[in-house]
C-alpha cells in the first residue's frame, strides 16, 4: 500500500439487537475502497466476535471504541492519520454527526431513514425514492448517492452473479436467512414446521451467524432434519449457496439486493418497520413475494411456510419473480461507484 493513500474510517456497528448489516454493506465498501487504492480501517463500539474474525481475515484494520464519545474518535482518527469518514448507524445521532465532522476532509453518510441532520459531504441511499427524501434540507450541499446503481455487494456476491447458474427448473434447494443475528427469531419455528413438509430430493439450506443468541437451538432443529436441512454458520460462500437455490426466503436488508443481482426468486419477511418501504418496491415492480411477519412469532412462521411451499410448488411463478428481477438490471458496479466518488473527494 502506498504511503500516500488515503485512509478511510468506517464508524459501524453490529450486535444481536442490532444486526450485522451494516457492517456487512460497508465490508463491500471497504473491498471496493481497497481495490481502487485506499487503506480502510474499521472503528466500532459494538461488534460480534464472528464479524470482528471476519474483518481480520479480510485484512481490515478494526479498532474498538469504549462508547460514542465523539472524542474517542476523532482521537482515533488523529493517530491513525484518516483523512475520511463512513459512517453507518441508525443510532449515532445528528449532535454525534456535527461534532466528529470537522474531523475529517470527507464524511460519507450510509442512510436509510433521512431522519437526522447528517453533517456529511456525500449521502449514499440505495432505495428507489432515494432521490425523494429531504437530504437538501438534513444534509445540504452533499452529493447524492441514490438509487439502484449504487448499491453495495460484496466480491463474494459480484462473482457469483458474473458465473454460470444452474436454470431454475434444476435447483433443488430453499435457502433460508434471515440475517446474522435474525431478532425476530424466526429461523427455529420456520425450521421445524417446512423441513418436514419438503418433498424428498428437495433441501433447506439454513444460514445463521456465529454470534446469533439462538445459535443452539438453531443447530438442535437443523439437526432434527439432518436428511434435508444443511446449517451454514457464518457462511463465506453466499453467493454459491444463492446462486444455486430455487427460492429464497429471507428478512428484508441487504440481503435482498443480494439475492436480486442473482436473479433468484424470493420470499420475503416484514419483520421491521424501516424493511417496509423496500419490501413495498420489490412487490410493486414483481421482483419478489412479501409477507408480513411483525407480531406474533408463531402467526408469522404458519404464514412464511405456507407461502414457501405454495412458491416452491408454482415453478412458472417462480420463474416470472425471477424474469422480473433479470430485467432491473442491477449490474454490481455499485460499491465501485460509491468508492469512486469518495476517494474523488479526498484526491
Not at 246 to 268: D, F, I, M, R
Not at 297 to 318: E, G
Request: net charge neutral; glycine share 10%; proline share 5%.
Amino acid at each position: 500500500m502506498s504511503r500516500n493513500a488515503a485512509l478511510v474510517l468506517i464508524r459501524a456497528d453490529a450486535s444481536p439487537a442490532k444486526g450485522t448489516g451494516h457492517i456487512m454493506r460497508c465490508l463491500a465498501l471497504a473491498e471496493a475502497l481497497r481495490d481502487q487504492g485506499a487503506e480502510v480501517a474499521f472503528a466500532t463500539a459494538e461488534i460480534t466476535p464472528s464479524l470482528a474474525g471476519r474483518l481480520a481475515d479480510e485484512g481490515f484494520a478494526h479498532h474498538s471504541l469504549a462508547g460514542d464519545d465523539p472524542a474517542e474518535l476523532l482521537d482515533l482518527a488523529r493517530r491513525l492519520g484518516a483523512s475520511g469518514l463512513v459512517v453507518d448507524s441508525y443510532w449515532l445521532d445528528a449532535d454525534w454527526r456535527a461534532a466528529v465532522r470537522p474531523g475529517f476532509r470527507v464524511v460519507l453518510a450510509l442512510d436509510d431513514l433521512a431522519d437526522r441532520a447528517l453533517s456529511a459531504d456525500l449521502v449514499w441511499n440505495p432505495a428507489p425514492g432515494a432521490a425523494g427524501l429531504p437530504y437538501g434540507t438534513i444534509a445540504p450541499g452533499a452529493e447524492l448517492l441514490a438509487g439502484e446503481p449504487y448499491l453495495l455487494l460484496r466480491r463474494e456476491i459480484r462473482l457469483a452473479a458474473a458465473g454460470p447458474c444452474l436454470a431454475l427448473a434444476e435447483r433443488v434447494s430453499i435457502l433460508l436467512t434471515f440475517g446474522g443475528s435474525d431478532p425476530a427469531g424466526l429461523t427455529v419455528p420456520v425450521v421445524k414446521r417446512l423441513a418436514p413438509l419438503l418433498s424428498v430430493g428437495v433441501r433447506l439450506d439454513v444460514v445463521a451467524g456465529g454470534s446469533n443468541p439462538a445459535l443452539e437451538c438453531i443447530t438442535a432443529a437443523c439437526g432434527r432434519f439432518a436428511d434435508r436441512v444443511r446449517l451454514h454458520v457464518d457462511s463465506r460462500e453466499m453467493g454459491a449457496l444463492m446462486a444455486a437455490a430455487g427460492l429464497a426466503v429471507t428478512a428484508g436488508g441487504g440481503t435482498v439486493a443480494e439475492l436480486a443481482a442473482l436473479g433468484v426468486p424470493s420470499l420475503l419477511a416484514v419483520v421491521a418497520d424501516n424493511q417496509v418501504p423496500a419490501a413495498d418496491d420489490a412487490r410493486a415492480r414483481g421482483w419478489a413475494a412479501v409477507i408480513e411477519a411483525r407480531g406474533d412469532r408463531v402467526a408469522a412462521a404458519d404464514a412464511i411456510v405456507a407461502k414457501a411451499l405454495a412458491l416452491w410448488a408454482n415453478l412458472s411463478a417462480r420463474s416470472e419473480l425471477a424474469r422480473r428481477i433479470a430485467a432491473g438490471g442491477i449490474d454490481g458496479q455499485g460499491a465501485e461507484r460509491v468508492a469512486k466518488a469518495l476517494l474523488k473527494r479526498l484526491s
